[in-house]
C-alpha cells in the first residue's frame, strides 16, 4: 500500500484535523471562557452598578441592621408589631433571606449531596398448582 502525500499548510492541517475530530462536539484545548472571566452582562451589570455609586453587599448590609432593629423593638414591646403576626415572620423570613445571600460573599457554597440506598431483592417466585 503506498500513501500519497499532499502538501498543506499548517494552518489546512490543523482545520482538517480539528473538523474531523470533534465534528460531534467534545472537549477542545483553548476553546470556551477563560475559568473566572467574567461574560459580557455581568461586566456591564457591574459597570452600571458602579455608575449609579450603589453597592448591593452594603444595601443588603443595611437592610438586615434595620430589620434587625425592628425585631428588636418588637420584642421589647416598643412597635406595634406582634411577636406571633404576619408581618413579624415575614421579617424574620426576609432577615434569613438576607443572612443566606450575604454568606454567599464568604462562603463557598457546599455541593448538595444525595444517597441512594442500592438493595438487592430476590426474585418472587410463584408456584400455581
Known sequence: ?????????????EETSSSS??????????AG???GSKNINSRQSALMLERLDF???CQMVYEYRQIDKLLS????????????SDAYCKLTATKAVLINNLM????RKIPEKTETEVTN???????LT
Open 55 to 57: 453597592d448591593p453587599i
Open 104 to 107: 454567599a460573599y464568604g462562603y
Open 33 to 35: 471562557r477563560p475559568k
Open 73 to 84: 423593638a418588637c420584642d421589647k414591646g416598643v412597635d406595634k408589631i406582634r411577636k406571633g
Open 1 to 13: 500500500m503506498v500513501k500519497k502525500t499532499i502538501d498543506k499548510t499548517p494552518q489546512e492541517t
Open 21 to 30: 475530530k470533534n465534528s460531534h462536539g467534545g472537549v477542545r484545548v483553548g
Open 121 to 127: 431483592k430476590a426474585p418472587l417466585n410463584i408456584r
